[in-house]
């Protein structure tokens, strides 16, 4: 059990839980602000529309305590998800507002990519950080010098990868991914209500997690390492 839960394991799984609920909790606070401001107060009222970790944790404790902390210490790493409440009938009446709602989440992701990147390579002008030999999930910047550096350094090599999986993941165009729900943004206002409808109705919820998560295994790591050398414009990763 000791080695089990080492010193290092448990500072490790303190770090990924940190990204990961900061991250879960600006995509779905993302998602409940453009939602407030498109007129659906919904999540509002519900304590949604808030960076205060506590009311998304409370909405879904599996998604955010309970499976993250089982997958980071079976695999690793961490997995989970949250959820912010809407209005059905304001999505019918207003897909394209509901569409930009569903993309406000990784856009926010995204914004949270970018930082990361920018804070890496401020870092690397600072002369903290430099680029590894070989990049993985945890480890695309390392620093110069031991200690609190070095952790920074995993926490925004974190930071830029999971939210880059949670910015590609949820773009996927199939139920329930909110790239799914950002489709009617490239339909007439009528075609949308037809969209939205359809998709209220269906059962595909399920199915497309399944067709999502097989998909995706194929397509992230192109995805990242395409992202890496955006990062690296001067080095070449393969």
Known sequence: MDSFLSADIIAD????????LFSTTLHEAAHAFTAMKMGDYTAY????VTLNPFPHVQREPIGTVVVPVLSFLLGGWMMGWASAPYDPQWALRYPKRSALMSLAGPAANLVLVL????????GIAAEVFTAPESITFTHLTQSVQEGTWTHVATMLSVFFSLNLLLFAFNLLPVPPLDGSGALPLFMSESLGQKYMALLHRSGFAIFGLFLAWKLFGFIYSPIHLFAINLLYPELNYR
């Open 45 to 48: 009222h519900g304590g949604q």
């Open 13 to 20: 799984g303190l770090l990924w839980y940190v990204v990961f």
């Open 115 to 122: 930082v990361s990147a920018m804070l890496i390579r401020t």
